[in-house]
């Protein structure tokens, strides 16, 4: 029963009452709390300590008897209150256990003058001992909470924890743990954890309780546990020891990492692909960082550019591929945002030489804001030789007709011209007339071999290599080209290397070719700003002639780069361009075993590089 009700009771027949209650101070010593026994459902009643007159006992410790409420404590509010129900007499006895003062009994009376001295003997006895079971029931229930609040801390845990004593049988157990086993926490206690666990009569090899105890630490592993429907287990456990340093037992965790274990087989799984995919594709694969440092590449790379995977990774992309134009648009098209990059290059590979195509991606990897480039390249050198003979044979009707239709214009006056010419130079002429002859007949050649050229470039017919020297070819260009670039405002500026060797080549063909650069050059300086410099440059590089002709007019755009010796493609005006010249200085170039190529930035012109290999036996100097 509640210790208020017997106290009730009880004092029925000690002490004559119409009204009893407990005043119990509250925690923070300024209120007490009254309430009234032998009343169901009766709820405390919070009053001020200076509104009542248990305030006196409280103060002092003493108990105290007033025999007129209306006369001796009418300055108390609560009094008043209690006058005014008819309450006139009153014995409070203080409560006190263990020297600290809990609160008052108070024994109440219709009738003025009820108690006297003799009644506080009896009744100061019952309040000392009421006072002490209050303070034990205080005690018990702060025990209580504790203890409740230690099993919600512990079945709140997200991991299964069980407490387990040296025979293997469980104490204690969380909702956690119930959980991952599929039972109540009661279901579990005295069960041995081998059974519950794993499922085996005995413990399991290995079992990190027993290895515990054992060296007296922590320890731990991972399982993959068929009795519970082959989930995945992270078990831990650490000795509990008693007061005497003793294991008296083991605290077992349990973590269900079934979900981590699928995540980390699909992670190993998907990269499993990945690394197939990669491994497999032909195309070489490469992912670099924003300053062009290579952070991945396949095994194609490698075998393509004949690397080692391990010499390759973190070094820069234009150590493993030294190709200047490559890594320039790269770091331009990074620096423009651009969402996709197209670049097709030329790299040397063993004797021949190769053209790739490069395709480039941006990606952020998830979590960071540093910016790669997923790059694949391939070898499309036969994919080009194949457009250029599919180009080739497009073209060859067009340009047969086209020739037969220049051959057709131009042969009879061109034949004209020579015969005349031809019969001045036989007559008795002045000596200035006669150079004058000399050099309409030297042009009238030089057109008839054109013609014959552009017959040429559509048969593809193999050129009439001689020695020669390139100097000596730019020279006699210029002098058939120098007065109309005077004329046109644009000033030559030469520099050919001295001593230059001589090469096996097609006279016709390369005066064709640098004219032709030399045509363009002008156009362009013209169409900027109707001057101009052109530069011209010979020099020797290792066993390759270089030829460069720069020029300062309006450049060539990024996009018309890739395009420029694409038979038929010009980017002037009507009337104004076939599209033929740069398709064949390009073929004459290829045919002598060369390679041409260009550098340009948009509005601030365009430089033409001629590289071709030094003949076997050229060892003539100029």
Known sequence: EDIYTILARELRHIIYYDRLTVGLLTPEGDAISILQLGQAEQMPMRQRLEDTALSEVIKTGEPRIYRDLALEASDYPMSKRLVEMGLHSCLLAPLSAKGKLLGTLNIISREVGRYSRADLEYIQPIADQLAVALSHARLFEQVQSKAQEWQQTFDAMSDGVAIIDNDYRIQR?????????????????????????????????????????????????????????????????????????????????????????????????????????????????????????????????????????????????????????????????????????????????????????????PMFPKGEKEQQYLIIIRDVSLERAAQAQFYHIQSLASIGELAAGVAHELNNPLTTVLGYSELALAADISPEMKADMEAIRRNAQRAATIVKNLLAFARRQEPQKKRLSLNDVIHQVLEIRGYQLKVSNIEVVTEFAPGLLEILADHQQFEQVILNIISNAEYAMLEAHGRGTLTIKTELVGNTIRILLADDGSGISRKNMYRIFDPFFTTKGPGKGTGLGLSICHGIVTEHGGRIYAESEEGKGTTFFIELPISGDGQGKE
Not at 185 to 199: A, Q, S, T
Not at 224 to 238: I, K, M, V, Y
Not at 334 to 357: Q, V
Request: charged residues 25%.
């Open 173 to 361: 157990a969380n909702q956690s743990l119930a959980k991952i086993l599929g039972a109540s926490p009661k279901d579990l206690i005295g069960r041995n954890c081998y059974e519950v666990v794993h499922g085996v009569p005995g413990p399991i090899d290995g079992c990190p309780g027993q290895r515990c105890k054992e060296v007296r630490k922590a320890c731990s592993f991972e399982l993959c546990e068929s009795h519970l429907g082959n989930r995945w287990l992270e078990l831990h456990a650490d000795p509990l020891m008693d007061a005497t340093g003793e294991v008296i037992g083991v605290v077992r965790t349990f973590r269900d990492i079934t979900a981590q274990k699928q995540r980390q087989e699909a992670l190993i799984q998907q990269k499993e692909l990945t690394d197939r995919i990669l491994a497999t594709t032909p195309n070489s694969v490469l992912v670099i960082d924003k300053e062009l440092d290579i952070q991945l590449v396949n095994q194609a790379f490698c075998k393509m550019f004949n690397r080692r995977q391990e010499d390759v990774v973190g070094r820069p992309l234009r150590e493993v591929l030294p190709v200047e134009e490559l890594s320039r648009s790269f770091l331009q098209v990074m620096a423009d945002g651009a969402p996709r990059i197209d670049l097709e290059f030329r790299y040397k590979l063993g004797r021949g030489e190769s053209i790739f195509l490069s395709n480039a991606v």
